[in-house]
């Protein structure tokens, strides 16, 4: 077998387009006799024909140097397999390690995210060698109900998820005890048939954090049955003195509670129905709500048309339309109409209900230019704005996410008190909602436009507006005047200077 794989072999050859030389450096192949066995050549012979499937020329660049790195620390052991398959993976892994601690080259990287926060990950070697061992895996023949990690599309019912977040897969393999694994997977798969699959996945969160708590604090039970009052009040009083407060607390312990108690009814742990009460749920933190100033708004309107023109039309019709960013996102190409001369949109909520509003003609002529740009570029789709690499879902969240940070951090965008913007999409319909306010419309007709079911959460949009809260305060001050300017008679020469400067 020729133990050289050229560039040209793999599939990204043909999109590379004119890489600079340095990026390829002075050979144009793979060596692939850097490897002692032919069964280990023929393995990554197979992984960069798959991977120069995936991704670009310039990154199989980067990874024929960690390929190097690792046969280098292959050099390390004499007596190795023929195969990849012949260690588990982890002991490819240590291997790796003790080669990195002799080379000084350091098992993580920082990097800042576009939260700017700093985060750690796996040095680029360590995750090479782990995707190529993930790679060369026998393919998982069992069901799919008895493997650590589901594939939800193999399932064969229905996933109740929200288009914008594409879940492909469920990882069990962070709850580190084997009993309570198998447990819980009976009680997801138990959950997944009437919850979405975003409860679904904070369930296991909650779960993964209970089983992480039980390893640290060196518990030792393999089974839910063995979960008792007295070790639930241990770990209640774990996440409340542990640093993390409000809602996600609550919501872990409630989210602990409805796999528990599915677990106790499938497999007859009566105990586990009961085991909490009403007050292990810790109150939640009133959040302070809050929408963009005008001069916020001004600010970010002006750089937002520096996105891409299609996600720039995206954010500017979230903001005239006031609509949650998930109902943005899913608005059909079929969504406007016209009824009695007025211009109809059918807003699809992906949390609620359908309604229809009315809209201006320039927000029309907006949303049926970037219908026409959606039509040009993937053909006729179901969606008005499409994830570029599958037409038929609709734009994912993060995509427009991380792009809108990235502008935000490369421009050096900040709010009124200096604060960088986060991406807060929400923040526009609020601002939407506390303009309607402003404009004196009544409580049912801005519900309606808000596409709220009554007018329960209007009072929020109304505290919100400064306008509204300078006009109150006036109101109240004008009465405390005459209250006084009543009862000056009688007060003194020195109080007489208040009804003067009245």
Same mark, same amino acid.
């Given at each position: 077998?020729? *133990?050289?794989?050229?560039?040209?072999?793999?599939?990204?050859?043909?999109?590379?387009? *004119?890489?600079?030389?340095?990026?390829?450096?002075?050979?144009?192949?793979?060596?692939?006799?850097?490897?002692?066995?032919?069964?280990?050549?023929?393995?990554?012979?197979?992984y960069?024909?798959?991977?120069?499937?995936?991704?670009?020329?310039?990154?199989?660049?980067?990874? &024929?140097?960690?390929? #190097?790195?690792?046969? =280098?620390?292959? =050099?390390?052991?004499?007596?190795?397999?023929?195969?990849?398959?012949?260690? =588990?993976?982890?002991?490819?892994?240590?291997?790796? #390690? /003790?080669?990195?601690?002799? !080379?000084?080259?350091?098992?993580?990287k920082?990097?800042?995210?576009?939260?700017?926060? /700093?985060?750690?990950?796996?040095?680029?070697?360590?995750q090479h060698l782990k995707r190529f061992l993930r790679f060369i895996q026998p393919e998982d023949m069992r069901p799919e109900r008895e493997k650590d990690i589901w594939a939800l599309k193999k399932l064969d019912i229905p996933i109740k998820e929200n288009p914008i977040y594409k879940t492909?897969?469920?990882?069990?393999?962070?709850?580190?005890q084997e009993g309570l694994r198998e447990e819980v997977k009976q009680a997801i798969f138990l959950h997944i048939k009437y919850e979405k699959i975003g409860t679904v996945k904070r369930e296991l969160t909650s779960i993964r954090k209970f089983s992480g708590y039980l390893m640290e604090k060196g518990v030792k039970i393999n089974s839910c049955a063995d979960?008792?009052?007295?070790?639930?009040?241990?770990?209640?009083?774990?996440?409340?003195?542990?640093?993390?407060?409000?809602?996600?607390?609550?919501?872990?312990?409630?989210?602990?509670?409805?796999?528990?108690?599915?677990?106790?009814?499938?497999?007859?742990?009566? %105990?586990?129905?009961s085991l909490f009460i009403n007050t292990d749920i810790p109150p939640e933190v009133q959040p302070v709500f809050r929408a963009y100033s005008d001069e916020e708004l001004k600010r970010l309107?002006? %750089?937002?048309?520096?996105?891409?023109? =299609?996600?720039?039309?995206?954010?500017?019709? +979230?903001?005239?339309?006031?609509?949650?960013?998930?109902?943005?996102?899913?608005?059909?190409?079929?969504?406007?109409?016209?009824?009695n001369g007025l211009d109809i949109i059918r807003i699809d909520q992906v949390k609620t209900r359908t309604f229809e509003k009315p809209i201006s003609a320039e927000l029309v002529a907006l949303i049926q230019k970037a219908i026409d740009c959606t039509y040009d570029q993937y053909g006729k789709t179901e969606y008005i704005f499409v994830d570029a690499k599958a037409p038929s879902r609709?734009?994912?969240?993060?995509?427009? $996410? +991380?792009?809108?940070?990235?502008?935000?951090?490369?421009?050096?965008?900040?709010?009124?008190?200096? $604060?960088?913007?986060?991406?807060?999409? +929400?923040?526009?319909?609020?601002?939407?909602?506390? #303009?309607?306010?402003? @404009? %004196?419309?009544?409580?049912?007709?801005?519900? &309606?436009?808000?596409g709220h079911k009554n007018i329960s959460?209007?009072? %929020?949009?109304?505290? @919100?507006? !400064?306008?509204?809260?300078?006009?109150e305060t006036r109101k109240a001050r004008e009465q405390q005047t005459r209250i006084l300017l009543a009862n000056l008679d009688g007060w003194g020469e020195e109080y007489e200077q208040i009804r003067q400067d009245d």
């Open positions: 077998m020729e *133990n050289r794989l050229y560039y040209w072999e793999l599939a990204c050859y043909g999109t590379s387009g *004119n890489l600079p030389q340095r990026a390829i450096g002075k050979s144009n192949f793979i060596d692939l006799s850097l490897l002692p066995k032919e069964t280990m050549r023929e393995e990554y012979r197979r960069f024909l798959y991977r120069g499937g995936q991704v670009s020329l310039n990154t199989i660049c980067h990874e &024929k140097a960690y390929y #190097k790195q690792v046969c =280098q620390a292959l =050099q390390l052991r004499k007596n190795i397999p023929d195969s990849f398959l012949g260690w =588990q993976p982890s002991k490819w892994i240590e291997l790796l #390690k /003790i080669w990195m601690l002799q !080379n000084g080259i350091p098992f993580y920082e990097k800042e995210t576009l939260y700017g926060t /700093i985060c750690r990950t796996d040095a680029p070697v360590l492909e897969t469920l990882d069990f393999t962070g709850i580190l979960v008792d009052r007295d070790l639930l009040e241990e770990y209640l009083v774990y996440i409340n003195t542990n640093g993390s407060f409000g809602r996600g607390n609550s919501d872990d312990i409630l989210k602990l509670r409805a796999v528990l108690e599915s677990i106790g009814k499938l497999y007859g742990y009566s %105990h586990l129905e309107n002006a %750089h937002i048309t520096k996105l891409d023109i =299609q996600l720039a039309r995206c954010m500017v019709i +979230h903001q005239m339309l006031g609509t949650r960013i998930s109902d943005t996102l899913t608005l059909h190409t079929d969504c406007l109409s016209k009824r609709p734009l994912q969240y993060t995509t427009i $996410k +991380h792009k809108v940070l990235r502008l935000i951090k490369s421009e050096d965008l900040r709010d009124d008190d200096g $604060k960088l913007f986060q991406f807060s999409s +929400h923040m526009f319909r609020r601002s939407y909602g506390v #303009k309607l306010t402003e @404009m %004196h419309l009544d409580d049912w007709t801005i519900a &309606k436009l808000l959460a209007v009072k %929020h949009y109304r505290k @919100m507006s !400064n306008q509204l809260l300078a006009e």
